[in-house]
């Protein structure tokens, strides 16, 4: 997998966004339940854009629909294989995926941003603190 460190700016902008997002969305699902997630499908691609709002619109959708963890990560798997074309690109979307199926789960946000870091590793996680905004615990 692709080093955080190795990154530019604008590809570490991508994931900042993308696992704020996510925890976002994991802060609504506990509050609210999953079915709350519904109202965010349009404005999450819009955010998040392209290939990563799609994927994590649809992964929500199989979670909201009830579909169970293995189904969706067997989908994900299969749309990473079929839809990236680079190391980032798979990153995104592992990203995407362990945050959706942690949603699903009722991981706690603290819980889920410090899952999400790990995948950046202790080369960037600093830079990826700063930039997500995800406190040290």
């Not at 293995?70 to 995926?97: G, M, P, W």
Request: charged residues 25%; aromatic residues 8%.
């Amino acid at each position: 997998m692709v080093q955080y460190t190795m990154l530019n700016e604008s590809e570490k902008d991508t994931l900042a966004r993308i696992c704020r997002k996510l925890a976002v969305l994991a802060n609504k699902s506990r509050r609210i339940g999953l079915l709350g997630l519904e109202d965010e499908f349009d404005p999450l691609v819009a955010e998040l854009g392209g290939k990563n709002g799609k994927f994590t619109r649809k992964l929500l959708m199989f979670v909201i629909d009830g579909q169970d963890a293995e189904t969706i990560r067997h989908i994900a798997d299969n749309y990473t294989t079929s839809s990236c074309q680079n190391e980032f690109e798979v990153l995104c979307f592992t990203l995407i995926k362990t945050g959706v199926c942690a949603i699903q789960a009722g991981t706690h946000p603290d819980t889920l941003a410090e899952i999400l870091i790990s995948y950046i590793g202790f080369d960037g996680e600093e830079d990826f603190r700063q930039r997500t905004g995800f406190v040290e615990k």
